[in-house]
């Protein structure tokens, strides 16, 4: 059983900063990718960034204002939101890539945190 809890969501207005957090825990082996999806109203699901095996990858919309970090001590994954945009309003999920064995790999969704920019 593996659990992602999410934290750090809520109203902001443009131009301001939140950061999410996204912890993991329960029957982990090891954590391989880490990242973040926004799903607005009336709209799919998107990536908005992932950090695996060293490296990041960041939705275009978000590059230069989003920072995608982990702790890997703390199987923590992170997401510094600066200068928030109205479009940026969704809520945000928490994934994560996870071996609960060395032969079993599933992927794991938080419950989501909303995000609110008002402009």
């Known amino acids: 059983q593996v659990q992602l809890v999410e934290s750090g969501g809520g109203l902001v207005q443009a131009g301001e900063s939140l950061t999410l957090s996204c912890a993991a825990s329960?029957?982990?082996?090891?954590?391989?990718?880490m990242g973040w999806y926004r799903q607005a109203p009336g709209k799919q699901r998107e990536l908005v960034a992932i950090?695996?095996?060293?490296?990041?990858r960041y939705t275009d919309s978000v590059k230069g204002r989003f920072t995608i970090s982990r702790d890997n001590a703390k199987n923590t994954v992170y997401l510094q939101m600066l200068s928030l945009k109205p479009e940026d309003t969704a809520v945000y999920y928490c994934?994560?890539?996870?071996?609960?064995?060395?032969?079993?790999?599933?992927?794991?969704w938080g419950q989501g945190t909303q995000v609110t920019v008002s402009s």
């Open positions: 329960g029957s982990i082996f090891t954590i391989d990718g």
């Open positions: 994934y994560s890539d996870i071996l609960t064995d060395w032969y079993k790999r599933d992927d794991f």
């Open positions: 950090i695996a095996r060293g490296r990041t």
